[in-house]
Nanobody, 127 residues
Framework: VQLQASGGGLVQAGGSLRLSCAAASHTLRRTVSNNGMGWFRQGPEKEREFVAAINWNGASTNHADSVRGRFTISRDNAKNTLYLQMTNLKPEDTGVYYC?????????????????WGQGTQVTVSS
């Protein structure tokens, strides 16, 4: 596992969670700090879908329509950590959330643009 995601859990609808993602190795940390990063998720019996992405220095972001206004992606390169702040969670947000490092410095919104993936963290939102 090259990227380690954490922070998932069980929460009631309307609640909040903050996911974190860190690079597991020194080599990857150097790579990650220069590349765009993103979050994807896969719900039960669903395809993996894009959630949010950020460029290498955090100046540019992109959020999927389904989460815009509720989720916020951010990064702290000094700590080599990527975050996803999730608020007003809904049952349809349930799934495994994956962080990933892109092949380029700018914002990337498709899975094929990502080279390194984390193991995923489960988010379950009850109604």
């Amino acid at each position: 596992v090259q990227l380690q995601a954490s922070g998932g859990g069980l929460v009631q609808a309307g609640g909040s969670l903050r996911l974190s993602c860190a690079a597991a190795s020194h080599t990857l940390r150097r790579t990650v700090s220069n590349n765009g990063m993103g979050w994807f998720r896969q719900g039960p019996e669903k395809e993996r879908e894009f959630v949010a992405a950020i460029n290498w220095n955090g100046a540019s972001t992109n959020h999927a329509d389904s989460v815009r206004g509720r989720f916020t992606i951010s990064r702290d390169n000094a700590k080599n950590t990527l975050y996803l702040q999730m608020t007003n969670l809904k049952p349809e947000d349930t799934g495994v959330y994956y962080c990933a490092a892109a092949r380029r410095a700018s914002v990337a919104t498709t899975a094929r643009e990502y080279a390194s993936w984390g193991q995923g963290t489960q988010v379950t939102v009850s109604s």
